[in-house]
């Protein structure tokens, strides 16, 4: 069992940067790819990026690519999420995911996949 908190989320100007972080707890941080997803109003949650256990491996959805850069310290039981050159499309919920036993770059950008949720946290960027 792994339990993720999410921190870091706030109000922003456009053009301005944030940092995610998602602290977990439980057995086995690093066996764990970790993902985070986002949710606007009104639409589904999407992809943003995800991480390999070893964090060897990153992947990241094409709208934010160039700008966001997922990392991680399995000595710390932390995923990061920084964000730079955010943009109003960008406000959404950020919710970070855990899973285990990926194969292959689609399981990581699939929601489906990750076993365990954080209650997310709300990023704001204004124009």
């Known amino acids: 069992q792994v339990q993720l908190v999410e921190s870091g989320g706030g109000l922003v100007q456009a053009g301005g940067s944030l940092r995610l972080s998602c602290a977990a707890s439980g057995r086995g941080f690093s066996n764990y790819a970790m993902g985070w997803f986002r949710q606007a109003p009104g639409k589904q949650r999407d992809f943003v990026a995800a991480i390999s256990w070893s964090g060897g491996n990153t992947y990241y959805a094409d709208s934010v690519k160039g700008r966001f850069t997922i990392s991680r310290d399995n000595a710390k039981n932390t995923v990061y999420l920084q964000m730079n050159s955010l943009k109003p499309e960008d406000t959404a919920v950020y919710y970070c995911?855990?899973?285990?036993?990926?194969?292959?770059?689609?399981?990581?950008?699939?929601?489906?996949?990750?076993?365990?949720w954080g209650q997310g946290t709300q990023v704001t960027v204004s124009s």
């Open positions: 995911a855990a899973g285990a036993n990926f194969y292959g770059s689609s399981w990581y950008q699939a929601e489906f996949r990750y076993d365990y």
